[in-house]
């Protein structure tokens, strides 16, 4: 069953290009993981400073020995300069069912 963790990140005023350059020099210190299936960043299309990052795992426990890793918190510190607020949200995915243009040839 795949765990995905979902992080609204409320940016300071100005700091939305910088906030996306850091994001991405920093993607492998997640996508590198053995347990990770994934990590997406998404702009909210109501708030020009609101993005969401998105990630995949393969359980909630190996997430959860990433997460007190010393290669996280590093991430993290990188990323926190950026942010005035946010959430943070886990869940477990119960279901898939992909939609039509999943299975389209392209």
């Known amino acids: 069953m ?9 940016l300071k005023p100005g700091c939305e290009q910088a906030f ?3 994001w991405n020099r920093g ?3 997640v ?7 994934g990590q997406w960043l998404c702009k909210d299309t109501g708030a020009d400073d609101v993005y969401w990052i998105v ?3 393969l359980d909630e426990p190996r997430f959860r020995a990433f997460e007190s890793s010393p290669t996280h918190r590093e991430h993290r510190a990188r ?8 959430s943070f949200h886990t869940m477990e995915i ?3 069912i ?7 040839d392209a």
């Open 20 to 22: 996306v350059e850091e």
């Open 79 to 86: 990323l926190h300069p950026y942010r005035s607020g946010g």
């Open 94 to 96: 119960t279901a898939h």
């Open 55 to 57: 990630s995949d795992w």
């Open 31 to 37: 996508t590198g993981h053995h347990a990770n299936l």
């Open 27 to 29: 993607t492998e210190a």
């Open 98 to 104: 992909p939609g039509r243009a999943a299975s389209a």
């Open 2 to 10: 795949t765990f995905r963790v979902t992080l609204r990140m409320e």
